[in-house]
């Protein structure tokens, strides 16, 4: 090849190059006006075409920014991701913001996602109750020691003459990681519903305890659904000001987080495991929490040990019923409220650790990688995880 050829070959492709850039720099987010923040969700109309941005804006929201391609990761393969999304080939996504080393370096929004717009987050909440419990802990409210305690001897209102066999072995562990052993069919909770009086404070605790059937070794096995109340009526009781007070003053306020809604329990408490909405860019704040320790600006919120421990697979739930998987995703597992996974590229693995709210909810930490993946959605049936491993993963590897 000559001297020319090869020159006009590296200038098609540098031009090539920056067209990609110049295409997703300079754009302005999406934003949702007044009045579709007060509509229902499925009412946000959809936007007329994705925003897709390589060098996020610097909104002064409290996270850092930079440039993909340039600041880390290989731009080329996340825009073509970001594109197929667009074209509706990988699901419904509402947004994808993708982290690294600390700079939040890609930014897009689809469908109903706007920057401005609290997204629904489903079960993604349970993490959420999981980091106030760690800032409870920080601030001394409790220990680590007493993860290892019945949830019973925390909540004074309760009646324990009336409670059926087993209820002292249901550790705040246990709540937690989901093998409480609670059971309770679906037609008795109707049946309890009717009631709503005996539902409230510790009332709702109070009628658990009485109603399940027998807490047993056998029945304290993994059941997803079954802890976080127990884990908010917990943080109600210990901490001053109550539940509500603390988390807004504790975490909300400390993040910089105000555009969000928080829905009540029946019990009157903070919903613990859903019903909550923020916004994407929020989202990556409670990340980066996690994916630094637990420290945001310097500050230690929450105890570098509570975290290590609950982004940790504590117990492996089965890749039988890996949902959001794929083939390149295995040994599923859970911690505190927090989802673990092994993620496939090429011949190596790389743990990953997330909040999951139901159809596509995700915080998604790669240590390893010092990388962040946030995505909304609106799609139970897209296999997130597998998605993240096949066509993220790879643009942030050397």
């Known amino acids: 090849m000559t001297t020319h050829l090869k020159c006009l070959l590296a200038c098609a492709l540098f031009g090539a190059a920056f067209q990609v850039s110049a295409e997703y720099h300079n754009k302005v987010a999406p934003e949702a006006t007044a ?15 994705a925003f897709i941005s390589t060098a996020p804006t610097d909104r002064n929201d409290g996270l850092v920014v930079g440039e993909l391609g340039v600041d880390g990761g290989k731009q080329d393969l996340i825009v073509k991701l970001a594109e197929e999304i667009a074209a509706g080939k990988h699901g419904k996504y509402d947004s994808l913001l993708i982290a690294h080393k600390g700079k939040l370096l890609f930014e897009s929004y689809y469908l109903r996602g706007r920057v401005n717009l609290a997204h629904f987050q489903a079960s993604a909440t349970k993490t959420y109750t999981s980091l106030a419990l760690g800032r409870a802990i920080q601030l001394g409210y409790l220990s680590m020691a007493d993860l290892d305690k019945p949830v019973m001897s925390f909540l004074p209102d309760l009646d324990p003459t009336k409670f059926v066999q087993g209820v002292e072995r249901i550790t705040l562990n246990n709540a937690l990681t989901m093998t409480t052993g609670i059971r309770i069919s679906r037609e008795k909770w109707q049946e309890l519903e009717k009631n709503p009086g005996q539902l409230k404070g510790q009332g709702y605790i109070q009628t658990m305890f009485e109603h399940s059937a027998p807490i047993t ?8 659904g079954t802890g976080p109340d127990l884990v908010m009526q917990v943080i109600e009781v210990v901490v001053p000001g109550g539940a509500e007070a603390f ?36 989202m990556a704040k409670w990340g980066s929490l996690a994916i630094n320790k637990g420290k945001w600006q310097g500050q230690q919120l929450i105890p570098q040990a509570y975290l290590a421990k609950a ?20 040994s599923q597992g859970y911690g505190y409220f927090w989802w673990g996974a092994d993620l496939k590229v090429g011949d190596k693995s790389y743990y990953a650790v997330s909040a999951q709210g139901g159809h596509g909810q995700f915080i998604t930490l790669i240590e390893a990688l010092d990388l962040m993946i946030v995505h909304t959605a609106h799609d139970n049936d897209a296999s997130y995880l597998q998605i993240t491993a096949e066509r993220i993963l790879p643009a942030f590897i050397d």
């Open 35 to 49: 009045a579709e923040t007060s509509l229902s969700f499925r009412e946000i109309p959809l936007l007329d075409s």
């Open 247 to 282: 988390i807004k003053r504790e975490l909300l306020d400390k993040l910089g987080i105000s555009n969000y809604h928080w829905q009540t329990h029946p019990s009157g408490l903070p919903e613990a495991g859903w019903r909550v909405r923020m916004t994407s860019r929020d």
């Open 311 to 330: 982004t940790s697979r504590i117990l492996l739930t089965g890749d039988e019923d890996f949902h959001y998987g794929g083939k390149d995703t295995s």
């Open 217 to 224: 070794e056998v029945s304290q096995q993994f059941l997803y």
